[in-house]
């Protein structure tokens, strides 16, 4: 108590200071927590500024034109070939054959989840797809290459290839699916119960309701699924590297050999790459186009979800 | 009740009780809601008001574990009966939500698709006019047919309900505070719009405003929590509401309509 | 209004047109559940065929008949007996360089052994069956095998063994283990982690409690949702161009005076993992912070704290188990990456245990595509078994992370 006492008299003889001290650890680490949150745009920077130059490099090359690049379609840069064709059209044929696997299931299980599911079923079920979504793609290129391959040989016969971008399509389809289905759940599950209610006090079903009511109702979060889903189709490599086929192939028949641009990278980076060589500066400039068209895509898909958000908040 | 008699009585409850998994939300509710007449239910929040008015078109069924005792009588049906269809009872017994829930569609469609799928086979145009001009909203929205519901104000919303629950003409309409959100002009217009409404409709309403209920209801039912501590909403009083605003029996109704309480 | 009433359906039609509605109704519902039994037979059918191909009847021959060795049945020899017949017959070169790795007298019982079939006895397998085959045929491939090879023996093969985790690389399939390819995984993800943890941390806590709503910092946040979007193989030739080619001197070592090394070194892929993880780390970190309540901070700011020490001794704190279990998530992301570290120039072929950041490497996901891709059936059956290594690793991970995250979701 007298302690006390002496403290508080004591400050009553303290001259009063309320200006701004220079708190000098405060600002260090202020500084250093913004750098790291700056290096997020350093990354960025690094990316764009490496695939740019080697891709540079390799349109600056005087063999290569873009009349070749795009108006021809054989592709192997080490003997003067520059049609980029055959490894699009794989890439599109792979990745249509996924979102054909991916949107209609994935939507389906959002819709059974997020509208039928009882809390105990939703909690038995969402680890599954929670399960498919963790496991590593290369495990998912195995599974392509020696159970879906010979499964699709079996039902379609002998012009099934070996390799072959049906095979290749449908797994990365599987791998997506989880994807789409959790990101159409979480914008199904957004939508107002209000609405739903409205529908039931209207004499709607169940069914009318989800699917006249409360899909529409959440369709652009559903289309943001699908462009995420469509972004990682494109970015998809292993899956693709093991069981599409290691050439590049124009064609779009889903059961031939084709190589990817991703599965083109990866067989190249993977074998002996000399530094400088047309080769090596291809692969950025593919590697580029993935960039640029992922980018793109990321950035609608979260321009929608943000639109998304704010109208129903 | 002989089901051969024509009821006088649109709805009549007999012992209803609630419940959610053990919890007893409402209990033992007996009413006889009068045809063509504006019935108020009112009481302090958390007494149930809501629950009530939702058991009466079976709303309450999507919340799991909830069920109810008693009976709920329709045209002299128990609609809580083993043959009922929810659907049907829903068509019948329209609802009106406390927050204005168009459906992200045209306004036409607002209207069109509640019919639509209760299998409505007469001249659409017709029939949306006609629910819109019965819920005063015609007038205002005849050239915007086709924009978004969700660019109407917020009454507007909100009659376009009304509109789009005329539309599938149903024999009662639930409004469950369906003027709590909007503002004292656009519930002025709804409240007008229900003295239009009870010519050809029965309808019961969930308020906390009192003044709104001694203004629109013929009938008023006051609720309160039971007095054994269970928490358990029940009717107290229930009469015309001329009696409970002036002459109430019950010393509790007199206390909330009198503002001493709640 | 009441013109209208007669248009809606009634009495028998009513009945019919209710009925169709609820057969649409339930129809929906099966075909809408049946999407999620598909997910679950892939998921049933992706586990089956690894399994399917880790185990089952293996056909081989010797090469050398085991009694030029030894007159006892191979089973029964023990381990000096091994060691005996190896440092008889094991050419004195070829002895003293295996001493030399690691003294033969230290090694176990089943690593002798595997060396005398490797070395002296060697198997040269013929056919290989799948664990189904091996169950549903196991007779008639009994009879097969002695009529296409008289000479060989079959048997029932567990690819995935102890011996199978500890050996390391080996050109043959029946003697190559994961024991590098673990342990390169674990140094990558490890450097991957001691870049990624603190650094986005640091972002996510600059993101959630410094940064004001400016232009700068929505660029920041969007760009790194962004980054998390970006196809791996991009941060592949990221890390090509930057780490392995750019930072040789110091990503090979020869600043530090290694030697005889290039840029393709487990520091290289661990930094790339480690930039390849940190959007992912960053947006868990910021949902931890941001689920610690505001009142926690009040009262610090309350009693007079600056803003550093608010977040050091209450966010941080109460945040940790969020922003763990997100950095066991990204663990389990950069495990399974392949494609980058394909890219970055992780060797297949490597026998020797990596000694530190320097060293070139193999991963478990980069042994999956070598074997996966192989032609010979016996490469596949021991890419199964190191499929099932890396998913009992994973689901380790992961339940650890969803324990963590059910301890968390309590609290609040």
Known sequence: MKQENTIMENQNFRPLDLKKKMRLGESVIQTLLFLAGFLSIFITVAIVYVLGKEAWLFFGNPDVTFAKFLGTTEWSPGIGKFGIWPLVTSTLTTSFIAMLVSLPFGLAAALYLSEYASPKARSALKPILEILAGIPTVVYGYFALLFMTPLLQFIFGEGVQVYNMLSAGIVMGIMILPLISSMSEDALSSVPRALREGSYAMGATKIETSLQVVLPAALSGIGAALIIGISRAVGETMIVAVAAGAGPNFTFNPFLAAETMTGHIARISGGDLSYNSIDYTSLFAIALMLFLVTLVLNLISQGIINRFRQRYE | METNEIPQYSIETKDLSIFYGTFKAVSDVNLLIEKQKITAIIGPSGCGKSTLLRAFNRMNDFVPSSYVTGKVLMGGQNMYGANIDPVEVRRKIGMVFQKPNPFPKSIYENIAWGARINGFKGNMDELVEQSLRGAALWEEVKDVLQKSAYELSGGQQQRLCIARTIAIQPDIILMDEPASALDPISTLRIEELMQELKKNYTIIIVTHNMQQAARVSDYTAMMMLEKDGSRSGTVIEFSETKKIFTNPKDKRTEDYVTGRFG | ?412
Do not use: C
């Open chain 3, 1 to 412: 209004m009441n013109s209208n009433h007669n248009h809606y359906p009634e009495g028998e039609s009513l009945r019919r047109a209710l009925a169709t509605r609820y057969r649409n109704a339930s129809i929906g519902r099966v075909l809408f559940f049946s999407a999620l039994v598909i997910a679950i037979l892939s998921l049933v059918a992706l586990l089956y065929n690894v399994i399917d191909g880790a185990f089952g009847y293996v056909a081989f021959e010797y090469k050398n008949d085991p009694t030029e060795f030894t007159s006892k049945p191979l089973d029964d020899l023990t381990k000096e007996e091994l060691l005996a017949i190896l440092k008889a017959n094991l050419s004195s070169g070829a002895y003293t360089k295996l001493d030399n790795e690691k003294p033969m007298e230290k090694r176990s019982r089943s690593v002798l052994y595997t060396l005398l079939l490797e070395r002296l006895i060697q198997i040269d397998t013929k056919q290989t069956w799948s664990l189904t085959d091996s169950i549903f045929r196991s007779g008639e491939i009994k009879a097969e095998v002695a009529q296409k090879y008289p000479e060989a023996k079959l048997e029932f093969r567990s690819w995935l063994t102890p011996v199978f985790l500890t050996t390391p690389m080996s050109s043959k399939a029946e003697f190559a283990g994961v024991r590098t390819a673990i342990f390169g995984s674990l140094w990558m993800v490890g450097i991957a982690i001691l870049f990624a943890l603190p650094i986005g941390t640091g972002a996510a806590i600059y993101l959630q409690e410094y940064a004001n709503k400016n232009f700068l910092n929505r660029v920041i946040q969007t760009n790194i949702n962004n980054l998390a979007g970006v196809p791996s193989i991009v941060y592949g030739m990221l890390g090509l161009a930057i780490f392995v080619r750019t930072l040789e001197p110091l990503t090979s070592g020869s600043i530090f005076g290694v030697t005889d090394a290039n840029g393709r070194t487990i520091l290289s892929a661990g930094l790339t993992m480690g930039i390849l993880v940190l959007p992912l780390i960053i947006i868990n970190a910021q949902e931890a912070i941001k689920a610690v309540p505001d009142s926690l901070r009040q009262a610090a700011f309350g009693v007079g704290a600056t803003r550093w020490q608010a977040v050091w001794h209450h966010v941080l704190p109460n945040a940790l188990p969020g922003i763990l279990t997100g950095s066991i998530l990204a663990v389990s992301r950069a495990i399974g990456e392949t494609a980058p570290l394909i890219v970055v120039g992780a060797s297949t072929f490597i026998s020797l245990d990596p000694d530190g950041p320097f060293s070139k490497f193999t991963a478990l996901p980069i042994q999956i595509y070598q074997w996966t891709t192989r032609a010979q059936p016996e490469f596949h059956s021991i890419a199964a078994s190191a499929i099932i290594v890396l998913l009992v690793l994973l689901l380790t991970l992961n339940a650890t992370a969803v324990l963590l995250r059910n301890r968390v979701q309590r609290r609040y």
